[in-house]
């Protein structure tokens, strides 16, 4: 059983959103409001789609969330991308490891569909 996660605290994206990503929060925030609790994003590579998830996960949800991710190097990407965020502390609640959930637990697809890898607890953290 993982140990509790600590309260969201006040964490923050320390920058600045680009016109496109700000267009795109003009969607998401009305959609959050109206009880979504799925949201998809759909832009080219390097358009700032991870900052942009994790702009609506500090600024806007501010609750605990799991990132699916193909393949390793988009998975370290969004534990990357908490850089550019004021983490209150938090950074240690970053997690990688799926035994390990944290306040944002970033893993691969594999690591929650192969039996034996870790995604046995999959469960507890959705």
């Known amino acids: 059983m993982p140990e509790p996660l600590p309260d969201f605290g006040n964490i923050r994206f320390d920058g600045k959103l680009r016109p496109s990503q700000e267009a795109a929060c003009k969607e998401i925030i009305p959609q959050l409001e109206n009880g979504e ?4 994003v759909v832009a080219p590579p390097g358009s700032g789609k991870t900052v942009l998830g994790l702009y609506v996960w500090a600024d806007l949800v501010k609750k605990p969330a799991l990132v ?10 969004w534990a990357a991308r908490t850089s550019l965020f004021d983490m209150d502390g938090k950074e240690e609640y970053i997690s990688t ?12 697809y594999q690591a929650v569909t192969a039996p ?3 995604g046995e607890d999959i469960e507890e953290m959705a």
Request: hydrophobic letters at 30%; proline letters at 10%.
């Open 37 to 40: 609790t799925r949201l998809y």
């Open 68 to 77: 699916l991710s193909p393949n390793s190097a988009i998975q370290a990407q």
């Open 97 to 108: 490891d799926p035994k390990k959930p944290g306040l944002l637990t970033s893993l691969t």
């Open 116 to 118: 034996g890898k870790g």
